[in-house]
């Protein structure tokens, strides 16, 4: 599935969560006020429902937006992958890469990065699983490597984990997040797959020119 697809889908399921929120909590408002204040004046009912739709808007933005996303804990995480591995449902692909950059996170999706391998064709890799490998309290950065192997699961081909080794690459740039007017020029993009029709300095060249736009 592409960017454009997930993150359209993504934001209609958070759309569709939060207009049913502000739906009921609004008339659970309503309903709850008519049971403690039964004898209440009729010019109150409109100041009440105000309040009870504007505080549900604000309940629903705090609520729906951001990472939700709950994460495992590091033993339940390398207990499934050890797991998975004994069971021999684990594939491995490895790669060789020369350079690479980096993406800002877009919502919960993970960190994302753009990766020029030894034959000049771009891996795109995005995923919650690459927090691990991230620079993070005090810990070395591990990933980009300049030899590093992908895990895939057998059955549908979800990526598990990284192999790293070889040298660490520092992302040449961290551009910002696509836009909502991107998304459609990026749609051919998923990740852990290779990127046809567009170089490395290509898409290097297009994040730092969307960097120039936005400042």
């Not at 995005?126 to 192997?149: A, D, H, I, V, W």
């Not at 520092?170 to 567009?198: N, R």
Request: glycine share 6%; aromatic share 12%.
């Amino acid at each position: 599935m592409g960017l454009a697809s997930t993150f359209r889908i993504w934001d209609s399921l958070r759309l569709l969560g939060a207009g049913l929120f502000v739906f009921a909590f609004t008339v659970g408002i309503l309903g709850l006020a008519s049971w403690l204040f039964p004898n209440a004046p009729p010019w109150c009912v409109i100041p009440m429902v105000l309040v009870a739709f504007f505080g549900s808007i604000l309940a629903a933005v705090v609520l729906f937006h951001g990472k939700f996303t709950s994460r495992r804990s590091e033993e339940e995480i390398l207990a499934y992958r050890l797991q998975l591995e004994q069971s021999g449902m684990l594939i491995a692909e490895p790669y060789r890469a020369l350079r690479a950059f980096q993406m800002e996170e877009f919502e919960d999706e993970g960190s994302q990065y753009f990766l020029e391998l030894e034959n000049h064709s771009v891996l795109y890799l995005s995923g919650q699983f690459l927090y691990e490998y991230e620079p993070l309290n005090e810990k070395p950065r591990r990933f980009p490597c300049t030899q590093f192997s992908i895990r895939r699961h057998k059955d549908d081909g979800r990526i598990v984990d990284l192999l790293c080794s070889g040298e660490i690459l520092e992302p040449e740039i961290t551009a910002p997040p696509l836009e909502v007017d991107e998304l459609e020029k990026y749609d051919s993009i998923a990740y852990g797959q290779i990127i046809q029709g567009k170089s490395y300095d290509e898409l290097k060249a297009e994040r730092l020119a969307a960097t120039r736009r936005r400042r």
